[in-house]
């Protein structure tokens, strides 16, 4: 496992198999978990419904080429981490790789330590949230696979796989907000008015969690009539 990063969920879609079968193989020994694919055909709908940290992307795709695969992404997930590794080495690709949501563009061949290094620039940026001047200044982290929070002075809690999912997902929106019915989405729920008010019962309930591992701040605001927002710093891990 690499000291330098955590857990990663990654999709890798790649159409040379050799290449596709090494990637994968050399990432799932360091620990990671890789789903490898050979084309956004085969990614199909998935990438909707898995819950992924980091998608690597070949631009030479059959089918949907790797740009417009990596805008469909960035479209859904704005916050997951892009990597874009191609052969192609022109400028004007390069550019237009970063203008379709890419974090990091690598050229072909590269060495895995290289690939690695951009997985820690992005894993950083993901799974780090930036103070947002309302919250406490203590951080959290919420180690995912025991779904446990964990304060910075030792205080933590054991969350249910629906608080986790409701943090996990506030990280990974847009300015760290999501509507009712995102979050109702997010849990598989349906929304309707009972529904609502079981959703504020259980971010009560998940506020007073938060403060039991150590926040000594706001954790998540209600946005009336629309949604929840976070305002605690909290690293998921």
């Known amino acids: 496992m690499d000291s330098s990063i955590t857990t990663l969920r990654i999709v890798l879609v790649e159409d040379h198999h050799q290449l596709r079968e090494l990637i994968a193989t050399a990432l799932t020994a360091r620990g990671h978990h890789v789903t490898a694919l050979e084309s956004a055909e085969d990614l199909g709908e998935t990438y909707l419904t898995l819950q992924s940290d980091l998608f690597i992307l070949d631009l030479n795709l059959p089918g949907e080429d790797g740009l ?70 203590s951080l959290l982290r919420l180690h995912r696979r025991t779904f446990v929070l964990e304060g910075a002075d030792g205080g933590f809690a054991d969350l249910s796989a629906d608080e986790a999912a409701i943090l996990d997902g506030l990280v990974r929106a847009p300015a760290f907000q999501l509507e009712y019915w995102q979050i109702f989405e997010l849990l598989g729920l349906s929304f309707d008015e009972n529904a609502k008010r079981n959703l504020e019962v259980r971010i009560v309930r998940l506020r007073k969690k938060m403060a039991r591992a150590g926040l000594d701040g706001e954790s998540i605001k209600v946005m009336r009539n629309w949604g929840y927002r976070l305002v605690a710093q909290l690293r998921i891990e």
Do not use: H, N, W
């Open 68 to 137: 417009s695969l990596t805008a469909r992404i960035r479209e859904v997930y704005p916050s997951v981490g892009i990597i874009i590794a191609t052969a192609r080495t022109e400028s004007m690709d390069r550019t237009s790789g970063y203008e379709t949501g890419a974090d990091i563009y690598l050229t072909k061949p590269f060495e895995l330590p290289e690939l690695i290094a951009a997985m820690t620039a992005v894993a950083r940026r993901c799974q780090t949230v930036p103070d947002r001047g309302s919250g406490s200044g």
